[in-house]
Structures are given as C-alpha cells and as structure tokens.
C-alpha cells in the first residue's frame, strides 16, 4: 500500500484536482494506494471541496479545528499511515503538498526505487516558474543552516517537501522518540523528519524532480529572511533532541499472521 500524505491549509483552489491527477496516475501505474489529506484549519472552502471526494476516491480526511502548522500536519498524517498499515517493511508512504508544486507524475518513479530496495528517496527539486531571488538563495543555502546537525549521505535537497519513506522507517522512528516526533517546523521539519528516518533506512536516494512554482494559484507564503532564522534556530532545537537510540522492531499481530504471504512484484 502507498500513502499519499498531503498536508492541506488554504488549497481549496488546487486540492482537488490535485487528488484526481494522481488518482489518474494510478490508473496507469496500478499498485493500492491510500489518499491522507489533512486540512489544517483552513478558513476557505477546503474541507468542502475534499468531501465529495471520499465518495469516489480511497480518500480519509483529517482535520484540525485550529490551524497547528506544518509539522504538526505532516506528523500526524504520517502517525495514521502507521496505524493503518499492517505491512511496514513493504508499505510506504509519499510526502507532497497540495499546491501543484509536486508533479504527481514523480510517483511512480518514487515507488519503483522503493520497490527496489530504498527505504527512503528524497525528491530534489529542480525550482521552476516564478520564484523570488531570495526564495532561490535561501533554498540552496538551506543544507548550510544544518552543517554539523544534520547529515544525511546521498541527499542534497535537505528541505525538500516532497519523498518516499518505507513505513518500518517511520515507525522506528516514531518508537524511539518520546512525545513528538518532529519539533521544528515549516522548512526545518522536512529535513529533521528524514534525519530521524534516516536512522533506520538502510538504502537512501535522492532524485532529481521539477519544482512547479508556475503552476501554484495562490501567492507564495515563504518569506526568506524570517525563514531564514527560522532555520538557523532549528539547529538549537535539534541539538537539544538528538536522534534515540534505535528501538526494537516488534512486529504488529497482523504482521505476524501475513509473514507468509507472498508480497507482490
């Protein structure tokens, strides 16, 4: 099973031909896939233009009443991917926002690494479309905020919003670290999930994937120089909760009676 997370704040515009471009994708591509779209405390018509799609698509909506942020959002669409799978070590699940940023036609690419071994691939996104020269400098300077914090071999877009990550991954991960999982947020929190991913992910890749600024209808939300101390502050707050040691792989009930099912090519 794949799990589509898409964190959702204002996306009425988007989200919903969103969700049917990779519904399309699918199509073409066939392997289960779940959709997770969490509305963040939205204030335009999101949550009523997700609805009717639960009724056509293998859709579950979360919400939150107040908005809570990007990680919070992430967390908790990733936290239900876990709770639902009954196959960690096959099962993964996919990071991409809601906003036409991330094509839907990288998945497949995405899950094929996967299904060849890779625990965790990392989109790295080639910016195209109308970005801001500030935007342009902060994201390639952004691996420099976490120089000698955070160091994951083989990937070079440390804040990109769009991934792969095997389940058994992100359950470690989840074990191992009490109370939340991630505590930075907006940009940070990406690299600080699969620094904390990376830690049970034997296979890591990155791959290069198109960034679509042009095709976004809402205006930007960054806003460079307050995400940039944004980032700079996140390496005090990764420093004072490093990566736990690695917790015991106690496999479900569930996964115990399906060991002897064959997984599918």
């Avoid at 990779?22 to 335009?44: C, K, M, N």
């Avoid at 094509?103 to 970005?131: F, N, Y």
């Avoid at 940070?188 to 042009?214: F, G, M, T």
Wanted: charged share 25%.
């Amino acid at each position: 099973m794949i799990y589509v997370c898409i964190p959702s704040y204002n996306e009425a515009s988007t989200v919903g031909l969103l969700l049917w471009k990779i519904r399309a994708v699918f199509a073409g591509f066939p392997r289960e896939y779940q959709l997770l779209v969490l509305d963040d405390g939205s204030t335009d018509a999101t949550g009523e233009v997700m609805e009717p799609y639960t009724r056509v698509l293998p859709l579950t909506l979360l919400r939150h009443t107040q908005r809570q942020g990007y990680a919070a959002s992430v967390e908790a669409l990733l936290r239900k991917a876990v709770e639902l799978t009954d196959r960690p070590k096959r099962d993964a699940a996919i990071l991409m926002h809601a906003d036409f940023t991330h094509s839907p036609q990288a998945i497949p690419d995405l899950v094929r690494r996967i299904e060849s071994g890779a625990d965790m691939v990392v989109a790295d996104g080639k910016l195209t479309g109308k970005v801001s020269p500030g935007h342009r400098l902060i994201r390639r300077a952004a691996p420099l905020f976490f120089r000698g914090v955070v160091s994951i071999p083989d990937v070079r877009d440390l804040v990109s919003g769009f991934a792969i990550i095997r389940l058994i991954a992100l359950r470690n991960a989840l074990r191992s670290q009490p109370g939340r999982l991630l505590v930075c947020d907006d940009w940070a929190a990406n690299a600080e999930l699969y620094w904390r991913a990376s830690r049970y992910s034997r296979q890591i890749q990155s791959v290069p994937a198109p960034e679509r600024h042009d095709l976004r209808t809402r205006s930007s939300r960054v806003r460079p120089w307050e995400l940039a101390r944004h980032l700079w502050a996140a390496r005090d707050k990764l420093r004072s909760t490093p990566i736990a040691p690695a917790a015991p792989d106690r496999p479900s009930s569930r996964e115990k009676e399906g060991r002897t099912e064959a997984v599918p090519s």
